[in-house]
């Protein structure tokens, strides 16, 4: 096609060639990527099912919820026998290799943020069936069910659980991370009342701290 665009005299034919050329440069490089994603969407596309394992280690016990980020799945690690999370991301999340590099480098990020009201990460799974998060299992309930079982907190009670957020963030940012997803469903009361923010491994990345700060007033709005 190059050599046929090369060889192509002045004028109306010239560019006639040139866009054809172009089109079918341009078809094939579409079909290429639709085929890539097609094969990878049919590789990753197993869903977890209850008493299955993952990586050899993980049997999933109970399906906890589901979201735009993925599942969640209480699970018993054999290994040093206790309960853990496990999270599958959403396919769109690992849509292409480029992008499953990506997000598996985000995750691995965000495992190494340690602090009382961030949700720890023990393990990222790179696996032919999808990309797995392993991670603490806290018992309690997001605040956004809260909100929609009880209404809005007072502002105090508002106050107290937003400053647990503040306190996530702040470490968060002190390590050139931003969760970039904040919202309601994303922060957990536990059963003690602790403040543990969920989802760091999922959306974490650098950026600017300042889209964390709107969502943190989107919560508050809340």
């Given at each position: 096609?190059?050599?046929?665009?090369?060889?192509?005299?002045?004028?109306?034919?010239?560019?006639?060639?040139?866009?054809?050329?172009?089109?079918?440069?341009?078809?094939?490089?579409?079909?290429l990527?639709?085929?890539?994603?097609?094969?990878?969407?049919?590789q990753?596309?197993?869903?977890?099912?209850?008493?299955?394992?993952?990586?050899?280690?993980?049997?999933?016990?109970?399906?906890?919820?589901?979201?735009?980020?993925?599942?969640?799945?209480?699970?018993?690690?054999?290994?040093?026998?206790?309960?853990?999370?496990?999270?599958?991301?959403?396919?769109?999340?690992?849509?292409d290799?480029e992008?499953?590099?990506?997000?598996?480098?985000?995750?691995?990020?965000?495992?190494?943020?340690?602090?009382?009201?961030?949700?720890?990460?023990?393990?990222?799974?790179?696996?032919?069936?999808?990309?797995?998060?392993?991670?603490?299992?806290?018992?309690?309930?997001?605040?956004?069910r809260?909100?929609?079982?009880?209404?809005?907190?007072?502002?105090?009670?508002?106050?107290?659980?937003?400053?647990g957020?503040?306190?996530?963030?702040?470490?968060?940012?002190?390590?050139?991370?931003?969760?970039?997803?904040?919202?309601?469903?994303?922060?957990?009361?536990?059963?003690?009342?602790?403040?543990?923010?969920?989802?760091?491994?999922?959306?974490?990345?650098?950026?600017?701290?300042?889209?964390?700060?709107?969502?943190?007033?989107?919560?508050?709005?809340?």
């Open positions: 096609l190059w050599a046929l665009w090369g060889r192509a005299g002045a004028g109306g034919a010239a560019f006639a060639l040139r866009r054809r050329a172009a089109r079918l440069l341009m078809g094939r490089e579409d079909r990527k639709q085929e890539l994603a097609s094969a990878f969407t049919t990753t596309a197993a869903a977890p099912k209850e008493g299955g394992v993952i990586g050899g280690q993980y049997r999933l016990d109970s399906l906890l919820g589901k979201g735009t980020t993925g599942e969640v799945w209480a699970a018993f690690d054999a290994t040093l026998k206790r309960t853990v999370a496990v999270k599958k991301m959403a396919l769109d999340l690992v849509a290799p992008a499953r590099q990506r997000r598996l480098a985000e995750a691995h990020t965000a495992a190494g943020l340690q602090h009382p009201n961030i949700v720890a990460v023990f393990e990222v799974l790179d696996l032919p069936a999808g990309v797995f998060l392993v991670f603490e299992h806290v018992s309690g309930q997001p605040v956004r809260l909100l929609e079982k009880n209404g809005p907190f007072a502002p105090a009670r508002a106050r107290q659980i937003l400053e957020v503040c306190a996530a963030l702040e470490h968060a940012h002190s390590q050139g991370v931003t969760h970039r997803n904040l919202r309601t469903s994303n922060i957990m009361l536990t059963e003690d009342g602790t403040v543990r923010v969920l989802d760091f491994s999922v959306a974490a990345g650098a950026g600017d701290a300042s889209v964390d700060l709107r969502g943190l007033g989107t919560c508050l709005y809340e």
